[in-house]
């Protein structure tokens, strides 16, 4: 078959362990090859794979390498933050429901913020959402340690569910709480025939507020070749900044992409249907969607662009772009966004 033999020679000529060119190639060449290795058996798409290490402290270390090393994840995190903190600006009870908690380490700088807020902070709830309650749990007991220690009234209360079988009732609303919603890279994971409920579900919570990143780019047309082109050229951006960040032999950068960003590679190019799960889309699909379910843009501040310099100048690279579309922010690597911050309320 040609296109085996083609996928052999690619195998022989590209390495993960060379420069930025060839390790995005290998990783896409290895998601060629599970997906050609798909139409050769009797099922539709690859076999489930699981990209982590069994080792749950291992992953753990994983992210921290990335939110350390590279400035995506915490602009996402300041972003969203100071768009909640500004709307909950003299409020007395305050509630955030984040969609995806992970370790949680968007909060504890939220945390902080609220500590120094003149006349003392607010009462703070955090509802986490996450697939493991146990996992989720942990998270909340870390925070509780935090916001004691910080002295902020706090409560947490977890969640453990996908987010397209949240109910209301899981959320716990409460009379005379501000509330914000917030989702950093997770709602594009939502099937796509769950994404319209779980948004009016959110919209009918009435909340001041709500915060939505997302990667920048359009992973989800009906089209493979499309698909595959947008992410061939989105990843070789990203593995462009870890060159810049990491030198070529460092065993963390190589954790980061074999780790993190090869099996998203591989969901993009190999999986079809419900087992493609790394649908992402552009800013502009996504403020479609939120304005057809009721939504109206809140523009972000000065302060959160201020913020974002800032955060950019920590960081020794000079690639980093920080753009500006119709009050939403979007971080690239030279002339390509990479993720896009925007807020919204009903």
């Known amino acids: 078959m040609l296109a085996r033999r083609y996928l052999h020679h690619l195998n022989r000529v590209v390495t993960p362990l060379g420069d930025s060119m060839q390790r995005v190639a290998s990783c896409f060449t290895e998601a060629l090859s599970a997906r050609l290795a798909a139409t050769l058996t009797t099922t539709s798409n690859p076999k489930p794979f699981s990209p982590f290490p069994p080792n749950s402290l291992e992953i753990l270390k994983i992210y921290q390498i990335v939110y350390q090393a590279c400035p995506y994840i915490k602009f996402a995190h300041f972003t969203a933050n100071q768009a909640i903190f500004e709307a909950f600006e003299s409020e007395e009870r305050v509630h955030v429901i984040d969609l995806d908690i ?57 969640v453990g569910e996908q987010l397209e079988d949240l109910k209301p009732h899981m959320f716990h609303r409460r009379v005379g709480e501000a509330l914000a919603v917030n989702s950093v890279n997770r709602l594009h994971r939502v099937p796509p025939h ?27 047309g009906p089209y493979f070749l499309g698909r595959f082109l947008e992410a061939l050229h989105y990843y070789s951006a990203i593995f462009d900044s870890l060159d810049a960040t990491f030198p070529p032999e460092s065993a963390q950068r190589a954790k980061v992409e074999q780790y993190i960003f090869a099996p998203e590679i591989r969901n993009i190019v190999a999986c079809e249907r419900a087992e493609r799960t790394e649908r992402h889309e552009r800013l502009e699909k996504w403020r479609k969607i939120m304005e057809g379910k009721g939504f109206k843009g809140v523009a972000l501040s000065a302060n959160a662009v201020t913020q974002s ?14 753009t500006e579309d119709k009050g939403c922010l979007l971080l690239g690597w030279q002339d ?9 309320r009903c």
């Open 309 to 322: 310099k800032i955060l950019l100048g920590l960081y020794p690279c000079d690639g980093y772009r920080l």
């Open 336 to 344: 390509r966004p990479v993720i896009a911050a925007s807020a919204w």
């Open 102 to 158: 992970l370790q949680g380490y968007q909060w504890p700088a939220f945390m902080q913020a609220l500590a120094a807020r003149p006349g003392g902070a607010p009462f703070l709830r955090i509802t986490g959402v996450g697939p493991s309650l146990d996992s989720v749990r942990e998270t909340g007991r870390c925070l509780n340690e935090l916001a004691h220690s910080l002295h902020v009234p706090f409560e947490f209360h977890a």
């Open 194 to 220: 769950c994404l319209g409920n779980l948004l009016m579900m959110i919209r009918d919570q009435a909340p001041n507020i709500v915060t939505l990143v997302e990667q920048e780019a359009s992973h989800n």
